[in-house]
């Protein structure tokens, strides 16, 4: 399959006045898309199930403006996956329980197609500042409703929380990736993300994130050479202010020792491979892996069927690639870490110094996803699917165009 096919005629946007209200249509769709994703991660109203028709009228939109829409390879896999999915409903126990993995599935898919498309065919700095907008918003709302950071709300989802986080921190850093803003304001934005995700507590986001930047930094060592060189003087400033700001703060400053205790916490878990002081889960989580990979190996190809490991032990198996496996099979595995291998493939295919910056975030992100999904279900994240949306159609375009803008999109401004 190819690596992408538009559908639908060109079209170009000419005089100035069509331009910005092009793009004032694209923020808006993009703002509300982001909105939504993010009110989804802590509100029962936006379930997967509410978020998929808005997401359907948000991608009509975007076709009465521009009357085409992508469909990248790593889609493709994922619509594959999804089919399955439905597929599998044939040999599936509990068809209601199902729901808990179809709905936001086909949710996921939706965001795949709708922010491809609008990065492909849309001004991707507007695409990116909407979505920015939309999930800081939702983000205010939270902590002005919740009262996060500063204190934790009853039935704190730490790691649904933190996988929120993450997509804001991914928005921000790629939108200055663009330059069309300062730099202090965007490694301001990040770092204040960045306390909020430690302060969640999530162990596996806060070492995807870390595993995500040394694999990055390793991979594009001259990138980050650069970037330290020229901003060291801005960050250790914006690290001081931050740090005082904490400091001034005493419920802060609790919420963030927690949440680096955590992380520590997380370290040595990961060295001693067994439970230690302030985890004592591990040993359930191996139990689930073992369950999970001898299940696999009496129906390797198929599997039991969606959500056959949350039928069967009641929990899922809080790692991604044993449910895959015990509930859908290697069919399930390849289709979904497919889109991984892809992306990593589009990576390697790019050489040269340009485009550094948006590929090392997205080395970085990918490295980070793929950390997290060892140890949670993801392969039904709506956020996951902003990402692998946003970064295939970048590298997507950045693989068969030179740097310059590409053709028949006049509007586009990827420098």
Request: with cysteine; glycine share 8%.
């Amino acid at each position: 399959m190819s690596g992408q096919i538009a559908v639908g005629p060109n079209s170009a946007v000419h005089d100035p006045i069509n331009r910005a209200a092009a793009r004032l249509c694209t923020f808006l769709i993009a703002s509300t898309a982001a909105l939504v994703l993010t009110l989804s991660a802590y509100s029962e109203t936006f379930s997967a199930t509410h978020v998929a028709p808005v997401l359907v009228g948000l991608i009509a939109l975007h076709l009465v403006w521009q009357r085409r829409f992508i469909w990248f390879r790593e889609f493709a896999l994922y619509g594959f996956f999804v089919c399955y999915l439905f597929i599998a409903l044939l040999w599936t126990q509990d068809t209601e329980l199902a729901a808990n993995t179809l709905a936001p599935a086909v949710s996921s898919m939706l965001v795949m197609i709708l922010f491809g498309s609008l990065i492909s065919f849309h001004n991707i700095p507007t695409v990116l500042f909407g979505a920015l907008c939309g999930f800081a918003a939702g983000a205010a709302y939270y902590t002005l409703t919740q009262g996060f950071p500063f204190s934790y709300p009853e039935d704190f989802s730490y790691n649904a929380i933190a996988g929120m986080y993450l997509f804001g921190l991914f928005i921000t850093l790629m939108y200055g990736c663009f330059g069309r803003i300062g730099a202090i304001f965007v490694m301001a934005v990040a770092a204040v993300i960045m306390l909020h995700i430690v302060a969640t507590t999530s162990i596996k986001t806060n070492l995807g994130i870390l595993l995500g930047l040394l694999a990055s930094a390793f991979m594009y060592v001259r990138h980050f050479g650069r970037l330290v060189r020229r901003r060291i003087l801005l960050l250790a400033l914006l690290v001081g202010a931050l740090a005082f700001a904490v400091a001034s703060n005493d419920a802060l400053v609790d919420q963030m020792g927690r949440g680096v205790q955590r992380v520590t916490v997380g370290v040595q878990v990961l060295q001693n491979r067994d439970n230690v002081a302030g985890y004592s889960a591990f040993a359930q989580r191996d139990y689930w892996k073992h369950a999970g990979i001898e299940g696999w190996k009496l129906n390797p190809v198929f599997g039991y069927g969606v959500e056959a490991f949350r039928h069967d032990y009641g929990i899922t198996s809080h790692s991604t690639p044993v449910d895959l496996l015990y509930n859908h099979g290697l069919i399930g595995l390849l289709l979904f870490y497919g889109m991984f291998a892809s992306l990593f493939w589009r990576l390697l295919q790019l050489e040269g110094p340009s485009f550094s910056g948006q590929r090392s975030l997205i080395f970085a992100g990918v490295v980070c996803y793929l950390f997290v999904s060892l140890s949670g279900t993801i392969h039904y994240n709506s956020f996951l699917a902003f990402f692998v949306a946003v970064s295939a159609a970048l590298l997507g375009y950045r693989g068969r165009r030179s740097p310059a803008t590409p053709a028949g999109r006049p509007d586009a401004a990827y420098s």
